[in-house]
């Protein structure tokens, strides 16, 4: 059995900011993650690679610095890596990237499970996994939070609205996670870290995997983005101090002065 999972660099959003004058990501001095719902992804493709001996391929489309995550997850024990990285690939939307991933996972030979996670935490539009399975004309499962196979079929339990769903298609097949709220990202040993630096890690470019130049960059994609800019910053907060019945009051007043309370 072959595994895939894609894995996206992205900026630790929590630090990200807007210039407000340009309208883009300030992304310098930014430092740069394995997208969280990816490494989420990559465990429950180490899971089963344990109890199947799949072999397991992480894929990422970047710049070269991006490779630091198929890095990391060559030392959490994926078996090789492959960079797709070419400024042919600049500016692609998610229809264009979908394209390109689905190229190198066709170049990467027979694959039966694709894994992505669901969203990237910078993108946030969850349209690439979809897009993968769309372009291989392949089945997909979206939003799992468990996933499992035998090598014939897969099996997820799939986030829905007030509880949880078991479904389970036949391989070949693209899954997408999300994760538990209180996932803890595993750090890798010192031995994967050494291990890592010999398992094959290879960079591929456009031409390397047969993509063709018109459905890449912004030529071929149709998404253009209008504007970016951060929301309006909100007004303070008033805090205000008393007995409980003063406060209780106040709110009534504030409540009424607002036509909640009549
Ligand atoms: C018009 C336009 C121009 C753009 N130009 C650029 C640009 O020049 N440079 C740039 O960096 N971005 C650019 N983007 C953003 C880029 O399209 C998205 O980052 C990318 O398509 C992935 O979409 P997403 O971030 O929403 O990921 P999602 O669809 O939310 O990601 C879902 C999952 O797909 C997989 N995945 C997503 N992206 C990758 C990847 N690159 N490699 C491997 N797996 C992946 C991961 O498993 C991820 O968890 C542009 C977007 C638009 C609309």
Known sequence: MNIVVCLKQ???STQVKVDPKTGTLIRAGVPSILNPYDHYALERALEIKAKTGAALAVLCMGPAQAAA???LALALGADKGVLLSDRAFAGSDTWATSYALSQAIKKLGKTDLIICGQMAIDGDTAQTGPGIAFHLNIAQLTFCTAVDSDGKK???RKLIDGGHQT???ALPALVTT???YDYKARYPSFLGAFHAQEKPMQTWTAKDVDADP???GLEGSPT???RIFPPPARAKGEV?????AELASKIVDILKKESILK
């Open 154 to 156: 897969v099996t997820v």
């Open 214 to 216: 018109k459905k890449l």
């Open 69 to 71: 995550v198929i890095r």
């Open 240 to 244: 205000f101090n008393g007995s409980p």
């Open 178 to 180: 999300t994760m538990p």
């Open 224 to 226: 253009r983005v209008g």
């Open 10 to 12: 992205v900026p630790d």
């Open 167 to 169: 479904m389970e298609t």
